[in-house]
């Protein structure tokens, strides 16, 4: 069993920056990837990032890419979001997910593909 708590959001006006830290506890050793992804108010949830802990890899929405970085602190067990640049439309809360998909998930953008979700962590972009 993994369990993964999701920390960090907030109120911020556009423009301005947040910081989410996932951190994972328990099997973690079996932990293959961590993903972020994110849910708006009426609308389905998407992913934003991935990071594969084996290799480094990283992988971002189009939607997201050169605002947001994904990072890992492994003595922590702990992926961070850095968000930079926000925008109103980047309110949603935000849910990171573990994958114990050997090697990592085929799809890093499948929400199906991440068997332990956190409770997710309230980010909301307004003036």
């Known amino acids: 069993q993994v369990q993964v708590v999701e920390s960090g959001g907030g109120l911020v006006q556009p423009g301005e920056s947040l910081r989410l830290s996932c951190a994972a506890s328990?099997?973690?050793?079996?932990?293959?990837?961590i993903g972020w992804f994110r849910q708006a108010p009426g609308k389905e949830r998407e992913e934003v990032s991935c990071i594969i802990t084996s290799d480094g890899s990283i992988y971002y929405a189009d939607s997201v890419k050169g605002r947001f970085t994904i990072s890992r602190d492994n003595a922590k067990d702990t992926v961070y979001l850095q968000m930079n640049s926000l925008k109103p439309e980047d309110t949603a809360i935000y849910y990171c997910?573990?994958?114990?998909?050997?090697?990592?998930?085929?799809?890093?953008?499948?929400?199906?593909?991440?068997?332990?979700w956190g409770q997710g962590t309230q980010v909301t972009v307004s003036s």
């Open positions: 328990g099997s973690t050793w079996n932990v293959w990837a």
């Open positions: 997910a573990a994958s114990v998909i050997v090697g990592g998930p085929l799809k890093w953008y499948a929400a199906d593909e991440y068997d332990y």
